[in-house]
């Protein structure tokens, strides 16, 4: 499943939001997410140091609640995203900050929920949303081993047992070395459950070697163009882009298939091209199978090389004329 997250790319413009559901649809993604909170259910109005940005991120020089102001998702538009979204075929879920956001998510008739990374720890709000009984979704940004497998285990002793654990990093954007994919799979393992990438670098290589490594869904910021500035439009993919992720990913996924080892049809077609035993020189009934009558060489309608040693010094039991393929019964 491959996801584009709408974050606060709108700009706080609707009709624009409406165009990112559009782009999403057309450069083929399976949903898009939203995040329902606002300035006041996700932190206070306070200029505390405590709740500056002062830490090297692009959002550095405002505070909490200023940054959720710009970025936050008015509650009144979800529901006509959400519509939307589904004319054009596009799942559209949410990531809830707190209780009230939850059970607008389930008015709504959400069909997942996602737990953001800076929100794991919130095991009362995860027990919450696990109770709805809707698929779970992880971010594991900012969270230690324990705390994952906390927040997974909060989730099953709420009942839920439909959970996808995305590998995930928090900083935006985040530089490569720091992605450490093969943990991905590690996750998995550990936590029991699905797995997947929730991404944050630029352009499109991680996401396309997450699916190589069995990524079971993808997440990628989506904008209409960086250069209308925003507050995550920095580290999100121009439609362009993430249509080009999306045809990447699919051709992965399709070159992937299976891990029995079998020859597909064309390959098997493909074996009469290869070395086969052929008589190159006139052999008469009776004369000996030597280096100078018999070879190997292409095509393939001849013994298996594998039995030149072997039929070396065995007799011709009737004329063989040089490129005829060398049979079973040709020789004793």
């Not at 979204?85 to 607008?104: E, H, M, W």
């Not at 919450?128 to 009984?133: E, G, L, N, V």
Request: some cysteine; overall charge negative.
């Amino acid at each position: 499943m491959i996801v584009a997250e709408l974050s606060g790319n709108h700009n706080q413009d609707f009709g624009r939001a409406v165009e990112l559901v559009h782009a999403a649809a057309e450069a083929g993604a399976d949903a898009i997410k939203l995040q329902t909170y606002t300035a006041d259910t996700i932190t206070i109005d306070c200029d505390k140091p405590y709740f500056r940005l002062d830490r090297g991120t692009i959002w550095d020089g405002t505070n909490l609640y200023r940054l959720y102001q710009e970025a936050y998702t008015p509650w009144d538009w979800q529901p006509k995203l959400l519509e939307e979204a589904k004319k054009l075929g596009l799942l559209c879920f949410s990531s809830p900050f707190d209780r009230t956001a939850v059970d607008f998510m389930m008015e709504m008739e959400m069909p997942a929920i996602k737990i953001a990374s800076f929100e794991i720890t919130d095991l009362p709000l995860i027990r919450y949303a696990a109770s709805r009984r809707k698929p779970m979704i992880f971010a594991t940004g900012i969270a230690r081993r324990e705390e994952i497998l906390a927040a997974v285990e909060a989730c099953r002793q709420s009942g839920n047992e439909d959970i996808i654990v995305l590998k995930c990093v928090s900083a935006y954007p985040t530089p490569y070395e720091d992605v450490h994919l093969r943990m991905m799979p590690g996750i998995g393992e550990f936590c029991s459950a699905v797995y997947g990438l929730s991404d944050h670098t630029p352009g499109s290589a991680v996401a396309v070697a997450a699916a190589a490594m069995g990524a079971k869904m993808i997440e990628k910021h989506l904008t209409l163009r960086r250069a209308d500035g925003g507050p995550d439009s920095a580290f999100s993919m121009e439609p362009e882009e993430f249509a080009q992720m999306v045809r990447d990913v699919r051709i992965v996924e399709t070159a992937l298939g299976n891990a029995e080892y079998a020859l597909t049809k064309k390959q098997e077609g493909e074996r009469a091209l290869a070395r086969s035993l052929f008589v190159v020189a006139d052999i008469r009934a009776g004369e000996k199978l030597t280096s100078e009558n018999i070879r190997s060489i292409r095509p393939g309608y001849g013994l298996s090389p594998a039995r030149y040693e072997e039929v070396l010094g065995k007799t011709a039991v009737r004329d063989l004329e040089r490129g005829e393929p060398l049979k079973e019964d040709d020789f004793r």
